[in-house]
């Protein structure tokens, strides 16, 4: 079992920047690959940023290749999504999640465990 909290979002003008934190709990973080999702307003969570946890592979969902930078630090437990030249389209609720598994890191079903979310609003 892990819990993960978010936490970083909030409120910025477009082109601007924000870096999300996602810190774990339990002793086994360095075994989950580590995933970040997005939630707008009626519409379906989507992938943005998945980290491997063998080799440090990263993934990205290609409106955000380019902008958004996803790691990983084992020692401190903790998922980071720096996100730069934000668009008013990135506005959502972000969510982290862990999976065991080490393949599909961009598919929802994958991952067995969430946080509770973290908004994120971009400003024209």
């Known amino acids: 079992q892990v819990e993960l909290v978010e936490s970083g979002g909030g409120l910025v003008q477009a082109g601007g920047s924000l870096r999300l934190s996602c810190a774990a709990s339990?002793?086994?973080?360095?075994?989950?690959?580590m995933g970040w999702f997005r939630q707008a307003p009626g519409e379906e969570r989507e992938f943005v940023a998945a980290?491997?946890?063998?080799?440090?592979?990263?993934y990205y969902a290609n409106s955000v290749k380019g902008r958004f930078t996803i790691s990983r630090d084992n020692a401190k437990k903790t998922v980071y999504l720096q996100m730069n030249s934000l668009k008013p389209e990135d506005t959502a609720v972000y969510y982290c999640?862990?999976?065991?598994?080490?393949?599909?890191?961009?598919?929802?079903?994958?991952?067995?465990?969430w946080g509770q979310g973290t908004q994120v609003t971009v400003s024209s």
């Open positions: 980290i491997s946890q063998n080799d440090g592979s990263t």
């Open positions: 339990g002793p086994t973080f360095s075994r989950y690959a």
């Open positions: 999640a862990a999976t065991w598994g080490y393949s599909g890191l961009g598919q929802r079903m994958r991952y067995n465990y």
